[in-house]
């Protein structure tokens, strides 16, 4: 079971946001993901392996982490960010997704 | 980079079946897992099945196993969900994804198509 926090951060343009994905038990790093999901939008792939950023990525955005707390780092909040954030994690031929934290403007 | 299309979405009544497809395009779809993902309205995602490349293995969600079938035809370059004995609770978008090869990350996601359950 992946638990994310906080559930919703409001934050201001050009802030630093820091969301939190907690694992029950310890889980491989080279399988946790993070995906962006705008209002009406499809998920995007944001980070892989914990702290991979995919292709196209900004470099604002950082993941870290590793056994059972994983963290999403946005340096510096661009209007384009406010969106809701999803951790994922592979194991045991499973997927699991965790509930989703709300960035939204303040 | 490839896209996914995904198409057989609709209204059924509780307890109805319904098959979703989902068409590929711009990689070469043997070389990857494929997998269904769903989000309820309002609701975060779930994953809800994968099948290997070959189509010789498959895995579901306990919400969904024995109910749902995921299947795939490389010569098409489609991949398939049977759902049967549909709840309101499977209420949902249903996406179709690309699993990376290596990070099991899903890379590629189609648009979706929306199945809705009521009377």
């Known amino acids: 079971v992946l638990t994310q926090s906080p559930a919703t951060l409001s934050l201001s343009p050009g802030e630093r946001a820091t969301l939190s994905c907690r694992a029950s038990?310890?889980?491989?790093?080279?399988?946790l993901v993070w995906y962006q999901q705008k209002p009406g939008q499809v998920p995007r792939l944001l980070i892989y392996?914990?702290?991979s950023r995919a292709t196209g990525i900004p470099d604002r955005f950082s993941g870290s982490g590793s056994g059972t707390d994983f963290t999403l780092t946005i340096s510096r909040l661009e209007p384009e960010d406010f969106a809701v954030y999803y951790c994922?994690?592979?194991?045991?031929?499973?997927?699991?997704f965790g509930p989703g934290t709300k960035v939204d403007i303040k | 980079q490839g896209q996914l299309v995904e198409s057989g979405g609709g209204l059924v009544k509780p307890g109805g079946s319904l098959r979703l497809s989902c068409a590929a395009s711009g990689f070469t779809f043997t070389d990857y897992y494929m997998s269904w993902i769903r989000q309820a309205p309002g609701k975060g995602l779930e994953w809800t099945s994968y099948?290997?490349?070959?189509?010789?293995?498959?895995y579901y969600a306990d919400s969904v196993k024995g109910r749902f079938t995921i299947s795939r035809d490389n010569a098409k370059n489609s991949l398939y969900l049977e759902m049967n004995s549909l709840r309101a609770e499977d209420t949902a978008v249903y996406y179709c994804a690309r699993r990376h090869i290596s990070t099991r990350a899903f890379d590629i996601w189609g648009q979706g198509t929306t199945v809705t359950v009521s009377s």
């Open positions: 392996g914990a702290s």
């Open positions: 038990q310890s889980v491989t790093s080279n399988y």
């Open positions: 099948i290997s490349s070959s189509g010789n293995s498959m």
């Open positions: 994922q994690h592979y194991g045991n031929s499973l997927f699991t």
